[in-house]
């Protein structure tokens, strides 16, 4: 649930691994989308880069961490992907 998958998918795209033995550090591909973006007319769209946390995105806006949450309800700032779409507030 963390990267928004199903078992299935992981199972799929790991056919080698055996999900019902699986080993501390043992590594898996997982599968993950990222949905279309629809951004409000003041916001425009931003791709999420390697390094970029919510924090360091507010920072090079010149905007607050609870004005970036804000228009992303269904983002886990916490588990940021790279290629991800989020809509950064203020451009209006």
Do not use: H, M, W
Request: hydrophobic content about 35%; some cysteine; aromatic content about 6%.
């Amino acid at each position: 649930s963390r990267y928004n998958t199903t078992v299935s998918a992981l199972v799929s795209t790991n056919p080698e691994i055996n999900p019902d033995n699986l080993k501390v550090g043992q590594q898996i591909c997982i599968p993950v989308t990222t949905p279309p973006v629809n951004c409000p007319e003041d916001a425009r769209s931003y791709t999420i880069q390697a390094g970029d946390t919510f924090y360091n995105i507010a920072r090079r806006f010149s905007i607050s961490v609870d004005e970036l949450i804000q228009p992303n309800p269904g983002v886990n700032p916490d588990a940021l992907l790279v290629g991800q779409k989020i809509c950064v507030p203020g451009f209006a």
